[in-house]
């Protein structure tokens, strides 16, 4: 359709109009998902359900690569969510390890949000602020279904400590968890060193420890949370993993599938995670199979499969675009009903089919 709703102009229906476009910044961002944890581990509960009842379309995503930086991409997420706040759109997400150096994030994100009614984009958000949450939340949400019996992990290992490792750990913090013993590893002792600050800072309970080695760290821990920016696997030594701890498999790429196929392994999307070399993408081609998944995160929340306790338990989280829609329409519900929106009143110019 076409048009500008107005009287007499036949390519629009009267009951359709072309939306306001909002811009909302991370500042805003930051604002309204603050202190609201708990609440988002359940809006992200509830997309994975919507989404495995077949309410939501993800396509795969796509991934824009340089020849010359081959390290760096730009993914785009698109997506469509039902339900009761039903919303399309688009997560533009670029990933260039190489701005840690330079001391800025390396990821960096827009959300568009798009009408469907019309297919109007009615607001462009600050993306990388709710890439992290929802990544948190689905890492927390996946932490309390997959823990065994009831008992939460006491020990807990960063592997990684970035931006999704401090995400992580305050959404767990904030949702209930306390842990004995928190280590953390990473190959640059100063994110370590930060990380470790950030944690005393935020009044963590329990002994920090910085582990050089990444064996440590995995021994000594229950609950061991992958977040790196490894593109393929740098750990396979399947003793390392003989407690049987919980693995929050966040990052996708740092396990050698020989190890996941010694684990009970749990995914949000098979279809998804089973794609762009991830660890379980890799274990898929090296058996031809994919008998070595127990089952998705939903088929545990619905009870369908359960928990093992004899092995290590594996969760590998794609990161659906749903989920960043999800949170996305959240914040801006919550700015357009404080009246805080940052409305770009002539964004949109040619509304009329002939002038």
Same mark, same amino acid.
């Given at each position: 359709?076409?048009?500008?709703g107005?009287?007499g102009d036949p390519?629009?229906s009267?009951?359709?109009s072309?939306?306001?476009?909002?811009?909302?910044?991370?500042?805003?961002?930051?604002?309204?998902?603050?202190?609201?944890?708990?609440?988002?581990v359940?809006?992200?509960?509830?997309t =994975?359900?919507l989404?495995?009842?077949?309410?939501?379309?993800?396509?795969?995503? =796509?991934?824009?690569? &340089?020849?010359?930086?081959?390290?760096?991409?730009?993914?785009?997420?698109?997506a469509s969510?039902?339900?009761?706040?039903?919303?399309?759109?688009? !997560?533009?997400?670029?990933?260039?390890p190489e701005?840690?150096a330079a001391?800025?994030?390396?990821?960096?994100?827009?959300?568009?949000l798009?009408?469907?009614d019309?297919?109007y984009? &009615?607001?462009? *958000?600050?993306?990388?602020?709710?890439?992290?949450?929802?990544?948190?939340?689905?890492?927390?949400?996946?932490?309390?279904?997959?823990?065994?019996?009831?008992?939460r992990?006491? %020990?807990?290992?960063?592997?990684?400590?970035?931006?999704?490792?401090?995400?992580?750990h305050?959404?767990?913090?904030?949702?209930?968890?306390?842990?004995?013993?928190?280590?953390v590893?990473d190959?640059?002792?100063?994110?370590a060193?930060?990380?470790?600050g950030?944690?005393?800072?935020?009044?963590?309970?329990?002994?920090?420890?910085?582990?050089?080695?990444?064996?440590?760290?995995? %021994?000594s821990?229950?609950l061991?949370?992958?977040?790196?920016?490894?593109?393929?696997?740098?750990?396979?030594?399947?003793?390392?993993?003989?407690?049987?701890?919980?693995?929050?498999?966040?990052?996708?790429?740092?396990?050698?599938?020989?190890?996941l196929?010694d684990s009970?392994?749990?995914?949000d999307?098979?279809?998804?995670? *089973? !794609?762009?070399?991830?660890?379980?993408?890799?274990?898929?081609?090296?058996?031809?199979?994919?008998d070595?998944?127990?089952?998705t995160?939903?088929?545990?929340?619905?009870?369908r499969?359960?928990?093992?306790?004899?092995?290590?338990?594996?969760f590998?989280?794609?990161?659906l675009?749903?989920?960043?829609?999800?949170v996305? !329409?959240?914040? =801006?519900?919550?700015?357009?009903?404080?009246?805080?929106?940052?409305?770009?009143?002539d964004?949109?110019?040619?509304?009329?089919r002939y002038?």
């Open positions: 359709t076409g048009g500008d107005r009287p390519l629009m009267p009951l359709v072309t939306p306001a476009f909002a811009v909302i910044s991370g500042t805003q961002v930051q604002q309204a998902l603050e202190g609201r944890q708990q609440e988002l359940d809006l992200v509960e509830a =994975y359900r989404h495995s009842e077949g309410d939501s379309v993800n396509p795969p995503s =796509y991934f824009l690569r &340089f020849p010359d930086r081959p390290s760096s991409r730009i993914i785009a997420l698109p969510i039902g339900g009761q706040a039903p919303v399309d759109g688009l !997560k533009w997400i670029s990933s260039f701005n840690v001391g800025i994030p390396r990821a960096s994100a827009v959300l568009v798009n009408d469907p019309t297919g984009p &009615f607001a462009c *958000l600050e993306g990388s602020i709710i890439s992290a949450t929802r990544t948190a939340a689905m890492a927390v949400l996946g932490a309390d279904r997959l823990s065994r019996g009831g008992q992990p006491a %020990r807990i290992g960063f592997f990684g400590a970035g931006l999704i490792a401090r995400y992580v305050d959404f767990l913090a904030a949702t209930g968890w306390s842990f004995e013993e928190i280590g590893h190959l640059s002792t100063e994110s060193a930060g990380f470790r950030h944690l005393e800072q935020s009044g963590a309970a329990g002994r920090i420890t910085v582990h050089d080695d990444a064996e440590r760290l995995i %021994r821990s229950d061991v949370v992958f977040a790196t920016v490894a593109a393929e696997p740098h750990v396979g030594e399947p003793s390392w993993f003989e407690h049987n701890p919980l693995v929050l498999h966040v990052s996708l790429r740092d396990l050698a599938p020989e190890l196929l009970a392994n749990f995914v999307d098979v279809e998804h995670c *089973l !794609k762009a070399n991830t660890s379980p993408h890799l274990a898929e081609q090296l058996t031809g199979s994919r070595f998944l127990d089952g995160l939903h088929d545990v929340m619905a009870g499969v359960p928990v093992p306790a004899d092995r290590p338990v594996v590998s989280p794609f990161g675009g749903v989920l960043d829609l999800a996305g !329409k959240h914040v =801006y519900d919550e700015l357009a009903g404080t009246g805080e929106l940052n409305v770009v009143d964004f949109f110019h040619e509304l009329r002038g």
